[in-house]
């Protein structure tokens, strides 16, 4: 066998010490990345129960005009339990209640003269488009929030930030 075709190919193998230089520069860029890349992905559970949320009380105030019935959105503050249903039992045959529960490390807050005695929040939506209820707050583990607050322009609610 020819020494010179066997050197030149053995020049275009990748040595060890590349090797471990590469595995080095990568390790350290997946160090440095994945702190900011798990905020990310909590803050998602955070924006997809606040969009959960606002559907909700979209839903909510639809029912209530197509089914000429008040409906209610209500939160268990303790729990992190939330749901809708017909705000008259006896009138509640065509819509079924919907029950969800938060993931774990969210919570709710609202302003205490809102709240129950009971610990819940609820959210009233009439047949004539209006609601009557008051902002509450989600927040996740890190305590990051947003608030959802009524929005006089649509007459529904509105996702708005914490700062």
Known sequence: MNTAALTRSARRGV???ELILVLTILATVAATTSPSLSRFFRGRDLTNESRRLLGLTGYGRSQAVSLGQPMVLWLALE???YGLEAADPYLAGEM???RFQLPDGMRF???RETVSEDGYLA???YSDGSVDGGSFYLFDREEYGVELRPDSVS???KIAPLE
């Open 109 to 111: 807050d609202a302003e």
């Open 155 to 157: 007459r529904g609610y």
């Open 15 to 17: 040595t060890l010490i």
């Open 96 to 98: 079924e209640a919907m």
């Open 123 to 125: 959210i009233y939506f």
């Open 79 to 81: 729990t992190g339990q």
